[in-house]
């Protein structure tokens, strides 16, 4: 696998689990991550009447943004940028990162014995193009008790999280089934990140 040429990519994400999936499918990659001066927290912000599908893109697309110019203010070699960004959703309801503890148990408590959405969008572009997809999977939770919500809160798991969980977490025993992409779920869908990535030379 991999490319001729730079034969890697730049990766916009502090994300420890889309580091393990690039490496699962050989494609070297450095990281470009926001600096001191960026506001990467502000990009995730909910506009009104946003559905969950549209958000997850236009954020992705808004950090892609962001990484291009980073790349040329920072004077770094030439190679793919790739973003990606994961957003659960439930109904309507966009459910983020949680604030904090009460919030994390709100989030649990509203896909307890319920089905939910995981939208994974990711991006990749260089100086000449520019290539973007959206992968959706369907999460079905077992119904979950107020003990199991509390413990798991407390080991602290869900934060930083879309959704406050992760499905190679202790969470997965939650889970009653999947429909979709393992990989998208955990934050990168290997299929759909593939396709875009044989567009800038990379072999699969």
Not at 31 to 42: M, S, Y
Not at 158 to 174: D, E, H, L, N, R
């Amino acid at each position: 696998m991999g490319r001729p040429g730079a034969g890697f990519v730049y990766l916009a994400s502090q994300s420890p689990r889309r580091r393990q999936l690039l490496e699962q499918i050989g494609v070297k990659h450095e990281l470009l991550l926001p600096g001191a001066d960026e506001d990467a927290e502000a990009l995730e912000a909910v506009q009104a009447d946003e559905v969950p599908e549209t958000y997850c893109a236009r954020v992705t697309a808004a950090k892609l943004d962001a990484a291009l110019m980073r790349l040329a203010a920072r004077d770094l070699p030439p190679a793919p940028i790739l973003c990606a960004d994961t957003t659960v959703a439930i109904d309507g309801l966009i459910l983020g990162k949680p604030a904090d503890e009460a919030d994390a148990t709100r989030m649990l408590g509203l896909m307890s014995g319920r089905s939910h959405r995981v939208i994974t969008a990711v991006a990749v572009a260089d100086a000449t193009r520019r290539v973007a997809t959206l992968n959706v999977s369907e999460v079905e939770f077992a119904q979950l008790s107020a003990a199991q919500i509390e413990r798991y809160v407390a080991s602290r798991e869900p934060f930083g999280k879309a959704g406050a969980y992760a499905i190679q977490s202790q969470a997965a025993a939650w889970i009653v089934k999947i429909a979709g992409s393992y990989s998208g779920i955990m934050g990168l869908p290997l299929f759909e990140t593939a396709q875009l990535l044989d567009k800038f030379g990379f072999e699969f």
